[in-house]
């Protein structure tokens, strides 16, 4: 079946501009993560939804991050007033259930002029 | 914060060698995965090993799991250039966020 999907595959914006990154999970798959990866590093967490709320947000950096699933399938990452250090591979992930595999997707490049 | 350390960082070999990277671990943990990562995009995933699980075997992939010693190696036997990725270890303790590490960068030469 269909894997994890997100678009754009890249993005490039100017400081302080609006931006909307999109994520349609597999289907069927309740649990769907966000992830945040810097260039030479690992991915960090940034949010996790069960169904359609917002279980745990602990990752986002600061409250111009927000995401939303309204109805429990494809999530949207908002960042507002971007900044330069805001660029950075966007990765959504989505499993099953918590304990099990996580599988994601090509990710968003982000680039932040 | 990231939880795990790879090592080495980066490691090259010769196509038809053995790859091993290793993983370190600070807190109790769920399960402990492995990715693959080409050119800094999608994460694949190559194996789950359980805390309460010593080895597993996927294909050509070994990946063993020590919770004493808080650590993970994954072997990668008869490389080919086509492995050539970087490999991250991820643990996922009582809750469900992957927490990676850094990462080991492995260059297989043809």
């Known amino acids: 079946g269909a894997g994890v999907s997100q678009t754009p595959s890249n993005k490039v914006t100017e400081k302080g501009k609006y931006v909307e990154l999109r994520c349609d999970p597999i289907?069927?798959?309740?649990?769907l993560y966000w992830y945040r990866q810097s260039l030479g590093q690992g991915p960090e967490f940034l949010i996790y939804?069960?169904?359609?709320?917002?279980?745990?947000d602990s990752g986002l950096p600061n409250d111009r991050f927000f995401a939303v699933r309204p109805e429990g399938s494809v999530s949207t990452l908002k960042i507002q007033r971007t900044e330069r250090g805001d660029s950075a591979v966007y990765l959504c992930?989505?499993?099953?259930?918590?304990?099990?595999?996580?599988?994601f997707g090509p990710g968003t490049r982000l680039l932040v002029l | 914060s990231q939880q795990g350390e790879e090592d080495p960082q980066a490691l090259s070999i010769q196509e038809g060698e053995n790859a091993t990277m290793n993983c370190s671990y600070k807190?109790?943990?769920?399960?402990l995965q492995w990715y693959r990562q080409n050119s800094g995009r999608g994460l694949v995933h190559l194996i789950l090993?359980?805390?309460?699980?010593r080895e597993k075997h996927s294909g050509r992939l070994r990946v063993t799991l020590d919770t004493s010693k808080k650590s993970s190696s994954l072997l990668i036997t008869a490389s080919r250039a086509a492995d050539t990725a970087s490999y991250f270890c991820?643990?996922?303790?009582?809750?469900?966020?992957?927490?990676f590490g850094s990462g080991t960068r492995l260059l297989v030469r043809p």
């Open positions: 807190t109790s943990i769920n399960n």
């Open positions: 992930a989505s499993s099953l259930n918590t304990q099990e595999t996580q599988y």
């Open positions: 991820a643990t996922v303790d009582s809750s469900y966020k992957l927490i």
């Open positions: 289907s069927g798959h309740t649990a």
């Open positions: 939804f069960q169904g359609t709320g917002a279980a745990d």
């Open positions: 090993i359980r805390s309460n699980e």
